[in-house]
């Protein structure tokens, strides 16, 4: 599927005055395992994907439950747009104009009931297009999952595009989670289902990897991945003589997130 020009999108809040970086270098050094484990092949591999139509099955603990056309749900979810910072747990960081619309505002037109304690997302499964599907270097399909308090904060986002253009498929189109101050892999792409549960997602990053890999994943500083610190982060796109930078807490959004943490230990809820 190509990539369509939008019309202008009013610019939301949290949005930071940030300098975007390079599209070429957001859109050719992507992480998306369904096609290929090496971050420039995605490219070329995801362009397969069709991305329209497309559907969304809601499920679980919601009084709204069924499968939604995306075109429908666009239309009752303005589009505005984010700058969020944007930190793999690879140490890479990034400045991205998001173009989609609040995360939370979407869920709460299904009706989660008081029993919808997390949200499941899934990625689309099918190993004939997505074939590093066809590989087990994580369980198939890609889960990730959010607290619902998380998922309702404001900050989370749902795009359908990126620097005035609708998503190329190695970036999630149609539909990818933005969770500007977790690491990048609870950003999901290509989602294809939304189920609300009482109990905690198991996710495909901690399946594959518990002690690495852990549900919460928020930016982090002062928690190391057991294979390599998180303290320092690397600009995508910076020259080899760009001095790394220093991880911030939250990724800079502690302000906006930090009190869903309160009591928590997160040594250990990492
Ligand atoms: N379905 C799916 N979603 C995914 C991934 C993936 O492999 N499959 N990779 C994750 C990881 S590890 C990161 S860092 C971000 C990268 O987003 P980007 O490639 O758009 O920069 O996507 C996340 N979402
Ligand atoms: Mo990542």
């Given amino acids: 599927t190509q990539v369509k020009k939008y019309a202008q999108v009013p ?118 297009v997505m074939i590093g599907q066809k590989t087990n270097v994580l369980a198939w399909p890609y889960v990730e999952g959010l607290r619902i308090d998380e998922a309702m904060n404001p900050l989370a986002f749902l795009a359908t595009g990126m620097y005035d253009e609708t998503l190329p498929n190695q970036n999630g189109a149609p539909l990818r989670l933005v969770v500007p101050w977790k690491y990048g892999f609870k950003s999901i792409k290509a989602i294809v289902k939304i189920r609300f549960t009482e109990t905690m997602p198991a996710t495909a990053w901690s399946k594959m990897g518990p002690s690495e890999y852990g549900f919460y994943a928020n930016v982090n500083p002062e928690v190391a991945h057991p294979r390599w610190s998180q303290s320092r982060e690397r600009i995508l796109g910076a020259s080899i003589f760009t001095p790394k930078r220093k991880t911030e807490m939250f990724n800079g959004y502690g302000d906006q997130v930090a009190s869903l943490y309160k009591g928590m230990n997160l040594a250990k809820q990492y």
């Avoid at 749900?73 to 609040?102: S, T």
């Fill in 11 to 128: 610019v939301g809040p949290y949005s930071g005055a940030l300098h975007p970086t390079d599209y070429e270098d957001v859109a050719n050094y992507t992480n998306y395992y369904e096609f290929s484990t090496d971050k420039k092949s995605s490219t070329v591999l995801a362009k397969n994907l069709q991305t329209s139509p497309w559907s969304i099955a809601v499920e679980g603990e919601a009084e709204k439950i069924g499968v939604f056309n995306l075109e429908d749900i666009l239309k009752n979810n303005p589009l505005e747009e984010r700058i969020y910072r944007f930190r793999c747990v690879e140490a890479w960081a990034m400045v991205v104009p998001w173009i989609g619309f609040p995360l939370g505002t979407m869920l709460k037109q299904f009706k989660p009931t008081s029993k919808a304690k997390f949200v499941e997302f899934t990625t689309l499964y099918d190993p004939k």
